[in-house]
């Protein structure tokens, strides 16, 4: 709900050219913090909310933490942050912004689900932030709307949400839906926000502040070559076709050729870059992939097994193990213990 801005903030250098341009009024944004959200992205959607009041020497934005329940919500760095029960907290906030975590997938909360359902239908902007935005799924607010969803759902969203296709940016902001994949690209989604709210010179400043350059919101095609700095042509086509094939994979002489190269060479590039032959590099992206799937869906332990290019759940459990130093089944296990 939009406020007068009567409260007077310290002021800073620059509050009187920014008070030039900026709207008057305060907004209660509402952070519905879930189980094992991460205080990383929390905080860097927070904090230029904390500089926009005090450059412009008025509360513009008046932030609310919020759980599902009375007891505080506890972080994926196990910190615990008091919050107010949603049903404790203000009754029509301007925006709700769902800060998921690792687990939000599974989160069916019907009154929580309601809540955030009639805020959609009053107008209110609503949001996601990285595991959040399967909630909105759930909800059904995605369709027909661009999104934003972090490359580590990807897999698990396409199984349960197979009609909706996120877009390539890390942040959106269409209309009353806002999303973000998350991480550190939370800032500049809320600077783009701030900017919508009350201009481009009030967030120029607030990024100035933190001495942040935005970036181009399109996040990478491929978090792995894109990190490693790769250059080779090859190397590129046959980690994205890896990538693409991780339930049905290729055999290492249809990727070579794919790739446009030897078998021979191949093997030659992926030691160089990698330390490991494309088997062993292609093995485990599928591991990987299963990690993600038993961190993030409902499928069973075999069914991640099948959905990662492994048709024996024994011989799947083996590697897993191998890679992670426990077996699949403690993993969700694990899991399910930390926020249950």
Request: charged share 20%; glycine share 6%.
């Amino acid at each position: 709900m939009l406020r007068p801005a009567s409260q007077k903030l310290p002021r800073s250098p620059n509050a009187r050219a920014i008070s030039r341009v900026i709207s008057c009024q305060t907004r209660e944004i509402a952070f519905l913090l879930m189980p094992g959200f991460s205080l990383a992205t929390w905080a860097a959607a927070l904090e230029p909310l904390r500089m926009a009041n005090e450059l412009s020497g008025k509360p513009l934005y008046t932030p609310v933490m919020l759980c599902s329940h009375e007891s505080g919500v506890r972080s994926s760095s196990g910190i615990k942050i008091d919050a107010l029960a949603l049903a404790s907290g203000p009754a029509d906030p301007d925006t709700l912004i769902i800060c998921g975590g690792v687990h939000s997938h599974a989160f069916d909360d019907s009154k929580t689900i309601a809540r955030i359902r009639q805020m959609s239908r009053n107008g209110r902007r609503v949001g996601a932030i990285s595991g959040g935005v399967f909630l909105l799924a759930k909800m059904g607010l995605l369709h027909n709307q661009r999104f934003a969803l972090h490359w580590i759902f990807r897999k698990a969203f396409a199984d349960l949400y197979p009609n909706l296709t996120p877009s390539a940016e890390n942040h959106v902001v269409d209309g009353n839906l806002l999303t973000c994949a998350g991480g550190i690209a939370s800032f500049e989604f809320m600077l783009n926000i701030i900017a919508k709210d009350h201009g481009a010179f009030l967030s120029g400043q607030v990024a100035d502040q933190f001495i942040f350059t935005p970036q181009t919101a399109t996040a990478p095609p491929s978090v792995l070559y894109s990190r490693a700095g790769l250059n080779n042509r090859s190397v590129v086509a046959a980690v994205r076709l890896m990538e693409d094939r991780t339930e049905f994979p290729i055999s290492m002489a249809e990727l070579a050729e794919s790739a446009g190269t030897s078998r021979r060479q191949l093997e030659r590039l992926f030691k160089r870059f990698f330390g490991k032959g494309p088997s062993q590099f292609y093995r485990s992206l599928r591991l990987k992939r299963a990690h993600e799937l038993l961190l993030h869906s409902n499928l069973s332990v075999t069914e991640v097994s099948f959905a990662s290019g492994f048709q024996s759940p024994a011989y799947f459990s083996k590697l897993y193990r191998d890679e992670y130093n426990q077996p699949p089944v403690q993993t969700r296990q694990a899991l399910a213990r930390q926020f249950s």
